[in-house]
T-cell receptor, first 115, second 114 residues
């Protein structure tokens, strides 16, 4: 069964460092998303990506964040200068290419710990 | 703006008993509704979804949910809970107009007593 794959599963980084979270979406999907879940809180939308550009982003997704689909298979989330409050589980999701195909498939997540 | 409320933060249920998790949503048009389950340390697994048509939808693991437009609700049910159902359950609403981003409720943590 096709699945969304995220690496690494856990990353620890020092405050102020740059991190890149990687995702391999399901191969024929066209819509890609990043969500995050701070410990004990709800899952929050960060950004959606379609046709090689951001289609929507939340208030959380400020200038410190960027996304890229560098090679047609990977989908990355970069945080330029991490803050303690960026510690969270980050989920990548992908969705098929039709309007009716609204089911998003989620990866297992990357737990980011900023120290 | 779309929003989802899950009124129950924790629910404890005995194994074999029935389970109902509440979800209320706010959205201006017909929503797409989802229930996801998250086991400890795991990702989000889709249990079931509602797009249109029959308001009672069946999902995996013996779960079902009923869409009630008049009550803006999409409650999740299971007739007989198994110990492996202990997890956190998230209701979510999505909409085409918003690029199908999902808005999640706060989640309900289910504990199963032997």
């Amino acid at each position: 069964e096709p699945e969304v794959t995220q690496t690494p599963s856990h990353q620890v980084t020092q405050m102020g460092q740059e991190v890149i979270l990687r995702c391999v979406p399901i191969s024929n999907h066209l819509y890609f998303y990043w969500y995050r879940q701070i410990l004990g809180q709800k899952v929050e939308f960060l950004v959606s990506f379609y046709n090689n550009e951001i289609s929507e982003k939340s208030e959380i997704f400020d200038d410190q964040f960027s996304v890229e689909r560098p090679d047609g298979s990977n989908f990355t989330l970069k945080i330029r200068s991490t803050k303690l409050e960026d510690s969270a589980m980050y989920f990548c999701a992908s969705r098929g290419g039709t309007v009716l195909n609204t089911e998003a498939f989620f990866g297992q997540g990357t737990r980011l710990t900023v120290v | 703006a779309q929003s989802v409320t899950q009124p129950d933060i924790h629910i404890t249920v005995s194994e074999g008993a029935s389970l109902e998790l509440r979800c209320n949503y706010s959205y201006g048009a017909t929503p797409y509704l989802f229930w996801y389950v998250q086991s400890p340390g795991q990702g989000l697994q889709l249990l079931l979804k509602y797009f249109s048509g029959d308001t009672l939808v069946q999902g995996i693991k013996g779960f079902e949910a009923e869409f009630k437009r008049s009550q803006s609700s999409f409650n999740l049910r299971k007739p007989s809970v198994h110990w492996s159902d202990a997890a956190e359950y998230f209701c979510a609403v999505g909409a085409i107009a918003a690029g199908n981003k999902l808005t999640f409720g706060g989640g309900t943590r289910v504990l199963v007593k032997p």
